[in-house]
């Protein structure tokens, strides 16, 4: 049930059990409150998608597209542009960059949830007779970024204060780096220690580690909410 459960990356030596209750304690972070703050939707869409924390806050509510017909309550989110300074711009590292990443309906009605209290505080706010400045260029809440700045909807979150935050919220629970660096300690039991390296601590490139990884074994149950 939750946006994925397991980190296969972890060795099959260390205890599941405290693996599983870290993903738990990740989505009674950022998967409970769909009106959190925009920092927190960074985490977990950079936890649900595996994006490049530049294409995750520069992702707008435009991009959550349906994917066939309304019955079947399909969703993707569209992952087209990065932030680059403080514009956006098309494509991103690679060619590769341009993808359509189905998600979960638990997901999708997480975020629509969100944009439908979104949608009605900007029809508020259109309809005063003086709008403020920061709305009166939007048409459309499609325009906006789902990852905003706080809880100024209308605000694209700064994507070094959102990785610090997230940074933050894994410390928390106990997510360390060092449980990513399997497959280079299994190299060292060569007896060359140059390729361990530097451990790093803790950044929110994890969660895009976690979807790789998750996504080869995983992906099947994950599309459809098991």
């Known amino acids: 049930d939750l946006v994925c459960s397991v980190r296969a990356s972890r060795p099959m030596s260390t205890d599941w059990k405290r693996n ?14 769909y009106l959190q703050p ?4 960074f985490a ?15 992702i707008q509510w435009s991009d959550l597209r349906l994917y066939g017909s309304r019955k079947k309550n399909r969703y993707v989110i569209a992952v087209l542009t990065t932030v680059y300074k403080k514009g956006s711009k098309p494509g991103g590292k690679s060619k590769n960059m341009y993808r359509f990443i189905p998600i979960s309906p638990k997901l999708a009605k ?5 944009k439908l209290v979104i949608e009605e505080e900007f029809q508020r706010l259109k309809k005063l007779d003086s709008p403020p400045d920061y709305i009166k260029d939007i048409d459309s809440i499609d325009e906006l970024f789902i990852c905003c700045n706080g809880n100024n909807y209308f605000e694209r979150c700064d994507v070094r204060k959102a990785r610090n935050m997230c940074r933050d919220r894994l410390r928390s629970i106990g997510i360390e780096e060092s449980i990513f660096r399997y ?14 390296g530097e451990e790093k601590s803790v950044t929110s490139y994890i969660l895009r580690r976690n979807f790789c ?14």
């Not at 997480?110 to 969100?114: A, G, I, V, W």
């Not at 497959?183 to 361990?196: G, H, M, P, T, Y």
């Open 20 to 33: 599983i209750d870290e993903d738990y304690a990740l989505s009674e972070m950022v998967f409970t409150d």
């Open 38 to 41: 925009g920092e927190d939707m």
């Open 44 to 58: 977990l869409l950079a936890w649900a998608l595996g994006g490049r924390p530049s294409e995750v806050a520069d």
């Open 110 to 114: 997480f975020l629509l949830d969100r």
């Open 183 to 196: 497959f280079e300690k299994e190299a060292a039991k060569s007896n060359d220690l140059s390729v361990w």
């Open 213 to 226: 990884t998750m996504l080869l074994s995983f992906l099947p149950l994950w599309i459809t909410g098991c």
